[in-house]
């Protein structure tokens, strides 16, 4: 156990700067989102142009490429958000569909067995398989969360488990923290989105 610990406080005392304003800027960024609030997205705008920094200098290229798509769909959520309210307060959440679940999880695996086969060792990618189910699915969680579907929840909660294991095991300590901070802010947004979508049926 204490060689564990030992292995944590090395990993924390020895990251970057770059790393530690990522977890900084992530985690304001995913707090804003579970609210609900708009401010989530300029916050987030800046966390992807950090991250996508990051993981270019440590061998991630598909989560690096990933960030660029990141910028672009927080640009069309916040868009989205503010368009979509109309007279109401907020833009509602909303369910996936039985179709729409087939989709989002077939472009993902189709995506992920694509990259970590064609592209990935192309780039010499460090973990080609984990590096592109993580990009693949947290594509897929991206569209949903920027649609206000509340099934983006559950699938983030799964690419942030597959992320922390990653992000440990490549030496991005701030980063592997960040991701496991994601994991239960993931679990506390699935709630409150629920809670959201109850009471607007009521």
Partial sequence: ??????????????????????????????????????????????????????????H???????????????????????KGRGAAAELPVT?????????????????????????????????????AFIAAFSVAAQVLQVRKNIENWPLWVVVNVVAVASYWSAELAYTAFLYAIYLGLALVGWRAWRRSLREARA
């Fill in 1 to 58: 156990m204490h060689a564990v610990w030992q292995n944590i406080w090395t990993g924390l005392t020895t990251a970057t700067p770059l790393d530690q304003l990522n977890l900084a800027l992530g985690l304001v960024g995913v707090v804003l989102m579970v609210r609900q609030s708009l401010w989530a997205f300029p916050v987030g705008l800046a966390a992807v142009s950090v991250q996508g920094v990051l993981f270019y200098r440590s």
């Fill in 60 to 82: 991630f290229p598909a989560d690096a490429a990933l960030q660029v798509f990141y910028f672009v769909t927080l640009a069309w959520g916040w868009w989205h958000w503010v």
């Fill in 95 to 131: 369910r996936l569909g039985a179709r729409g679940w087939v989709v989002t999880l077939g472009a993902a695996g189709a995506a992920t067995v694509g990259w970590a086969l064609m592209i990935g060792p192309a780039m010499q990618a460090i973990m080609p398989w984990r590096d």
